[in-house]
């Protein structure tokens, strides 16, 4: 029974240590019977997108969904003035990704528009749009509402798409867009 204060924590009923049991026996069970052919299907799927398999997979089993985009923060790309400011081997691997898309989140005095046009030209890296990122005072309603517009304009499931940032403002995005998940830019871009 619940009442004011209660913090809904777990359960005192008995048998917990049973379920705990069920629970890993279950999901035990579960791990070996991916079909091998299915391994191999995602780990080549994880080289198309350019991440290391472990991401990728945990990406995979938290939401239920591949990724289809990337959303990339101004920050996440090292560009600070300028699209000039990519470095190459940032370049490299956006140009190396396969059949997935890329979103820019850019923080003023960049304007997302340019800076996707200008990334384009001068490296032939492809973006399916470019945002405004959300300031430091937006509430996470706002955040969540902007995030939300920029994906249905896409028709991009906000499930199927990872976060690549470098600060924990950005790590906020993911949460208050209900997004995939969220993965450092030194991590992406080892």
């Given at each position: 029974?619940?009442?004011?204060?209660?913090?809904?924590?777990?359960?005192?009923?008995?048998?917990?240590?049973?379920?705990?049991?069920?629970?890993?026996?279950?999901?035990?069970?579960?791990?070996?019977?991916?079909?091998?052919e299915v391994i191999r299907i995602r780990?080549?799927?994880?080289?198309?997108?350019?991440?290391?398999?472990?991401?990728?997979?945990?990406?995979?089993a938290t939401t239920g969904r591949d990724?289809?985009?990337?959303?990339?923060?101004?920050?996440?790309?090292?560009?600070?003035?300028?699209?000039?400011?990519?470095?190459?081997?940032?370049?490299?691997?956006?140009?190396?990704?396969?059949?997935?898309?890329?979103?820019?989140?850019?923080?003023?005095?960049?304007?997302?528009?340019?800076?996707?046009?200008?990334?384009?030209?001068?490296?032939?890296?492809?973006?399916?749009?470019?945002?405004?990122?959300?300031?430091?005072?937006?509430?996470?309603?706002?955040?969540?509402?902007?995030?939300?517009?920029?994906?249905?304009?896409?028709?991009?499931?906000?499930?199927?798409?990872?976060?690549?940032?470098?600060?924990?403002?950005?790590?906020?995005?993911?949460?208050?867009?209900?997004?995939?998940?969220?993965?450092?830019?030194?991590?992406?871009?080892?």
């Amino acid at each position: 029974m619940s009442g004011l204060g209660h913090n809904k924590g777990p359960t005192m009923e008995g048998g917990a240590a049973w379920r705990k049991h069920c629970w890993k026996r279950a999901r035990a069970d579960l791990l070996p019977k991916l079909p091998l052919e299915v391994i191999r299907i995602r780990v080549n799927r994880a080289k198309e997108l350019g991440l290391e398999y472990k991401a990728y997979a945990s990406v995979r089993a938290t939401t239920g969904r591949d990724i289809v985009a990337f959303l990339f923060s101004s920050n996440a790309l090292g560009l600070r003035r300028t699209a000039a400011d990519l470095p190459q081997a940032h370049a490299d691997m956006l140009i190396a990704q396969r059949n997935c898309g890329r979103l820019l989140a850019s923080y003023p005095p960049l304007d997302p528009v340019k800076v996707v046009e200008e990334i384009a030209q001068t490296h032939g890296t492809e973006f399916l749009n470019g945002i405004s990122a959300p300031g430091f005072t937006d509430s996470w309603s706002d955040i969540r509402a902007q995030m939300g517009a920029t994906l249905r304009r896409d028709k991009l499931h906000p499930a199927s798409v990872l976060v690549v940032g470098d600060t924990m403002l950005e790590r906020e995005w993911c949460t208050a867009g209900r997004m995939a998940g969220y993965l450092k830019a030194g991590e992406y871009f080892r």
